[in-house]
């Protein structure tokens, strides 16, 4: 398998040498970690993506001149974007949510223990969400705290209408935090046919992960 090139972004050079010692040359089974490049704000990213071809963007959520939730809206809107993991000093809130909303896959605490680090590196490489379902509920219990418009309601639920009446179930239980497993078990469904499901659900409502499928749900109640 090909190495999972890594693109660091954090206006902290301590951060940044931290992650790079971290991270560089760590062996995966059949794989390395390579970090190609960082870069110290968010307006550094595109030339640095470009130099680098990252498949992975660990990127910081607050810097000075752009802020983390705006490089990665401007990331995912480019054609093939590279995966992007928020890192925050902060548990979810309102510029994690937005982050997500633009396409991140995921996020991590800056705190986190080394593993987690090469785990959501290596989640994020393979298509993941780097969440737990602990953290996309608390996620989806911040949206709900959140005023929703009407409009954005009609919206959410006109492209869930897009979906089956199967799709709809799976994607239901995706927003409740459900795993793979759990939706599985739940909906008398191998693990498989549910990664399939959610394969076509991201597929047929142009989404990113299954983080922004649990979101739409949300906007639509």
Do not use: W
């Given at each position: ?136 509920r608390r996620l989806i ?74 979101l739409l749900v949300r906007?639509?109640?």
């Amino acid at each position: 398998m090909p190495d999972i090139r890594v693109l660091l972004v954090d206006d902290d050079a301590m951060v940044r040498a931290g992650l790079r010692l971290m991270l560089d040359g760590h062996a995966l089974p059949g794989r390395r970690i390579v970090v190609v490049g960082d870069a110290a704000d968010g307006d550094e990213v595109p030339a640095a993506v470009a130099a680098g071809k990252p498949d992975v963007v660990l990127m910081d959520l607050r810097m000075p001149r752009c802020n983390g939730v705006t490089a990665t809206e401007r990331l995912t809107s480019a054609p093939n974007p590279p995966r992007v993991v928020v890192l925050t000093t902060f548990d979810a809130d309102e510029h994690v949510l937005r982050a997500l909303r633009a396409g991140a896959s995921g996020f991590l605490l800056k705190d986190a223990a080394p593993e987690g680090i090469v785990d959501a590196v290596r989640a994020a490489a393979d298509g993941d969400a780097v969440l737990s379902p602990a953290i996309t509920r608390r996620l989806i219990g911040l949206v709900t705290d959140l005023h929703r418009p009407a409009d954005k309601r009609r919206e959410a639920r006109a492209k869930l209408e897009l979906l089956g009446a199967r799709e709809r179930e799976v994607a239901a239980a995706v927003a409740r935090g459900g795993s793979n497993a759990d939706i599985a078990a739940e909906l008398f469904m191998s693990v498989a046919t549910v990664k399939t499901y959610v394969s076509r659900i991201l597929r047929t409502l142009a989404l990113d992960n299954r983080v922004q499928i649990a979101l739409l749900v949300r906007d639509s109640e």
